[in-house]
């Protein structure tokens, strides 16, 4: 039984190794290697967890956008902003790669948007087709862009104000802010 625990911990070792690898250098700039320097293994170990790199990418977006999709799940389209903000908030690698992955570009953009991100905005598509809804395209974009921006601009506005754009108060007053941003629209 601690060789199945043994490899579970491995495996998840290495799942937020690659994470934190791609959310700071992108896919394409991580190799195996590093990954496995990360954990303290030889790369050729990764193969036993990982069929090849692109399968280590892919589980650790099952494991960050997931979460997400539950949430979704849950709610009524619009009702679970709120939850959405603090999941993004509780990992911030995730906007860091969906911005890192959009710059890039090709299969890893594509990967995004098939496996994810259609399913994401799915509601919201639905809100659009309504010609009474007053949400826009527009209006969603920005709303994403707003939050992805300020999640992987945390550091650099935290150096700037000194205060920390993720802390319990920062959340509330985001989402104050995003609160009446959103009534302004309907209004």
Do not use: C
């Not at 043994?6 to 590093?34: H, P, V, W």
């Not at 790369?43 to 036993?48: L, Q």
């Not at 977006?61 to 997931?66: A, G, K, Q, Y």
């Not at 997400?68 to 995730?94: C, K, M, W, Y």
């Amino acid at each position: 039984m601690a060789t199945t625990k043994t490899k579970l911990d491995t495996r998840e070792q290495i799942l937020q190794a690659a994470e934190n690898l791609f959310a700071t250098q992108g896919y394409s700039a991580t190799t195996i290697k590093q990954v496995a320097e990360s954990v303290g293994i030889q790369g050729p170990a990764i193969y036993k967890h990982f069929a090849n790199k692109r399968a280590l990418f892919e589980d650790v977006l099952e494991r960050l956008f997931s979460p997400f999709t539950d949430i979704i799940a849950q709610g009524e389209p619009g009702a679970n902003q709120a939850s959405i903000v603090r999941q993004h908030l509780r990992n911030p690698n995730a906007s860091r790669i969906v911005q890192l992955s959009t710059l890039s570009g090709g299969e890893d953009l594509a990967l995004l948007v098939e496996r994810w991100y259609r399913q994401f905005f799915q509601h919201t598509q639905i809100a659009l087709d309504d010609a009474r809804h007053p949400i826009t395209p527009v209006s969603v974009m920005a709303f994403h862009s707003m939050l992805l921006g300020y999640l992987t601009l945390a550091p650099l506005h935290q150096a700037i104000f000194g205060v920390d754009p993720l802390s319990e108060e920062a959340l509330a007053e985001l989402l104050d802010l995003e609160g009446t941003m959103a009534q302004n629209l309907i209004q």
